[in-house]
């Protein structure tokens, strides 16, 4: 029975197995320390990287040689940041994210895509406001953009589309 039900519930309707169980959700700073302290939290943070790192190697080569057919940047970033986020997906969901999933791989892969469309906005956002506002070159504002965008994202894939 889930746990939200317990409390709705008159206590002589509840067997006893029931009865035993409590759910108790600990304060957010507790929750912090404990995932920091946690060591299955860093090798998914490290497997995060990595997939990550070869995600961003797809989504930068891509764009790259976008921009030398020449499409303007504001095409290129998405068709090269959704080549990344399939790479992404793919890896995540078979080696940072093993554990056993909570729904289909359908459903794994649109909050995948969700969470990958907020950070592409971010990215999105930072990529325009860096190429009106400086003078540097479209490409490694592509990887400060994704650099800043990392953090966001690795905490809605783990929070949300791979949640245990």
């Known amino acids: 029975m889930p746990a939200d039900t317990l409390t709705?519930?008159?206590?002589?309707?509840?067997?006893?197995?029931?009865?035993?169980?409590?759910?108790?959700?600990?304060?957010?700073?507790h929750r912090v320390k404990a995932g920091v302290a946690s060591g299955e939290?860093?090798?998914?943070?490290?497997?995060?990287?990595?997939?990550?790192?070869?995600?961003f190697a797809v989504n930068t080569?891509?764009?790259?040689?976008?921009?030398?057919i020449p499409i303007d940047y504001k095409?290129?970033?998405?068709?090269?940041?959704?080549?990344?986020?399939?790479?992404?997906?793919?890896?995540?969901?078979?080696?940072?994210?093993?554990?056993?999933?909570e729904s289909h791989t359908a459903v794994q892969g649109m909050k995948?895509?969700?969470?990958?469309?907020f950070a592409f906005g971010v990215n999105y956002g930072l990529n325009v406001a860096l190429v009106h506002w400086t003078s540097l070159h479209k490409v490694p504002i592509e990887?400060?953009?994704?650099?800043?965008v990392t953090p966001v994202n690795f905490l809605g894939q783990k929070l949300w589309s791979f949640k245990k």
């Open 61 to 68: 080569i891509t764009y790259a040689l976008l921009l030398l």
């Open 41 to 55: 939290n860093w090798l998914q943070l490290i497997r995060f990287g990595v997939v990550g790192a070869s995600g």
């Open 75 to 101: 095409l290129a970033l998405p068709i090269a940041y959704l080549a990344g986020v399939v790479n992404n997906f793919t890896w995540n969901s078979r080696w940072t994210f093993t554990h056993h999933r």
């Open 143 to 148: 990887i400060i953009s994704n650099i800043l």
């Open 8 to 29: 709705e519930m008159p206590a002589d309707e509840l067997t006893a197995d029931e009865l035993t169980t409590a759910v108790v959700e600990l304060p957010f700073h």
């Open 112 to 117: 995948f895509l969700v969470v990958s469309a």
